[in-house]
Nanobody
């Protein structure tokens, strides 16, 4: 399974970005899809995930600000990020399980 992320960029604090992760296969075959992020000098951390059923989970630090969703027709998962903070600056990756496939990442930079 190949994953391609897009949508990153530079935004001011309080702004919004919409990240997309497009899979090379139907996402109906992917049990869980995740968004992770990795800031410089820090470990990669889970941001949100969404199951094939549509159930979602979020890290505490993004609850109420980020929303993960599925676009089954386009084999894409979307991470809508609102009220961005400088602490959200990181490379954002998507992960497809059980395949264990990672995308190449997309840079998100939030300026204060």
């Amino acid at each position: 399974v190949q994953l391609v992320e897009s949508g990153g960029g530079l935004v001011q604090a309080g702004g919004s970005l919409r990240l997309s992760c497009t899979a090379s296969v139907s996402i109906f075959s992917i049990r869980l899809m995740y968004w992770y992020r990795q800031a410089p000098g820090k470990q990669r951390e889970m941001v949100a995930n969404i199951a094939a059923s549509g159930n979602t989970n979020y890290a505490d630090f993004v609850k109420g600000r980020f929303t993960i969703s599925r676009d089954n027709r386009n084999n894409t998962i979307v991470l809508q990020m609102n009220s961005l903070e400088p602490e959200d600056t990181a490379v954002y990756y998507c992960l497809a399980m059980p395949f264990g496939s990672w995308g190449q990442g997309t840079q998100v930079t939030v300026s204060s």
